[in-house]
């Protein structure tokens, strides 16, 4: 079954304090995604990895970093979250780094940082 | 300026009826072209591509393309409530991987009976 799993789906954290969310993808992706989906400003990309430990900042990488250790497995670190970092995080995966890939996308963690 | 602009922000449509939702990229260096589907609660899921001049037909869904004026349509024939959802448009770069997949704001799309 392809797909693409979130953890965790709902998350409070207080400001200050450290988040980590995980994705992990049953396909043998090479490429994985961090996305952000706010109002008025739709998915945003975060971060991308190309395989194990090969990471490349996206549009938005400040206040975030990632660890891919596994091909399967990707995580997205916030360390010391900040209430602007309230948001909906999609973790998504492709074959390989489109161009003409189609992305695969978790069903998302809706962090609130209070 | 968003590099992908959808229109319109929201679509009411009589179950049985057709949607047109509109896409165009100010980014002449986009070549490929995505529908992505959003229903409430859970992730983008992608509806169709389209990398070529013309149209592309998948069951009730036609998506067309015009490369020259950068624009991107998308039509859903015989709208069911199912359909109600939040329609993104999505483009990438030839042999950009760095980008990923830019995505528009979306059209939200309501199916009434």
């Known amino acids: 079954d392809m797909k693409v799993t979130q953890m965790p789906r709902y998350l409070i954290k207080r400001m200050g304090e450290n988040v980590l969310l995980e994705c992990g993808q049953d396909?043998?992706?090479?490429?994985m995604y961090w996305y952000r989906q706010d109002p008025g400003l739709g998915l945003q990309l975060i971060y991308i990895?190309?395989?194990?430990?090969?990471?490349s900042e996206g549009d938005i990488p400040k206040g975030y970093r990632v660890s891919r250790k596994k091909r399967e497995h990707f995580s997205l670190i916030l360390d010391s979250a900040k209430t602007n970092q309230t948001s909906v995080y999609f973790c998504?995966?492709?074959?390989?780094?489109?161009?003409?890939?189609?992305?695969?996308f978790g069903a998302g963690t809706r962090l609130s940082v209070l | 300026q968003q590099k992908v602009q959808q229109s319109p922000e929201s679509l009411s449509v009589p179950e049985g009826g057709m949607a047109s939702l509109n896409c165009t990229s100010s980014?002449?260096?986009?070549?490929y072209f995505w529908w992505y589907r959003q229903h409430s609660g859970e992730g983008p899921k992608a509806l169709m591509?389209?990398?070529?001049?013309g149209d592309k037909k998948e069951g009730r869904f036609t998506a067309h393309l015009n490369k020259a004026s950068l624009h991107v349509s998308l039509h859903i024939r015989d709208s069911q409530p199912s359909d109600s959802a939040l329609y993104f448009c999505?483009?990438?770069?030839?042999?950009?991987?760095?980008?990923?997949?830019?995505f528009g704001l979306g059209t939200r799309v309501s199916v009434f009976p």
């Open positions: 396909m043998s992706h090479e490429t």
């Open positions: 591509s389209i990398f070529s001049d």
């Open positions: 990895s190309y395989d194990v430990d090969s990471n």
């Open positions: 998504a995966s492709s074959f390989a780094p489109t161009s003409q890939n189609t992305l695969y």
């Open positions: 980014d002449r260096n986009f070549q």
């Open positions: 999505a483009a990438s770069e030839q042999n950009n991987y760095a980008q990923g997949l830019t």
